[in-house]
């Protein structure tokens, strides 16, 4: 049965997972991470962790459209507002 691994990350969404190769304790080295070990948070069964991972890829995707977004509006504001003083963006 394959196990997935989760563990903090820096970075939005603040996890990462992978399937679980080596296991000690609490600490895992992903089977796709190149011999790195981590601290997992959590672990799941073959398809909730691979849903999980998905989901989380997904939301990321959500996240950087929208980010995205505000920083088109802004990046237009600030050219409208150069325009304002005679400037050129």
């Known amino acids: 049965m394959k196990i997935w691994a989760f563990w903090k990350y820096d970075r939005f969404p603040y996890l990462l997972g992978d399937e679980a190769g080596e296991m000690k304790g609490m600490s895992v080295c992903p089977k796709s ?3 790195y070990w981590f601290r997992a948070k959590f672990f799941l069964p073959d398809e909730l962790g691979q849903n999980l991972k ?3 890829k997904d939301l990321q995707y959500e996240k950087d459209a929208v980010m995205k977004k505000i920083h088109d509006e802004f990046e237009q504001k600030r050219v409208e507002l150069l325009k304002k003083y005679g400037q050129n963006g």
């Open 54 to 56: 998905s989901d989380l």
């Open 33 to 35: 991470y190149g011999g």
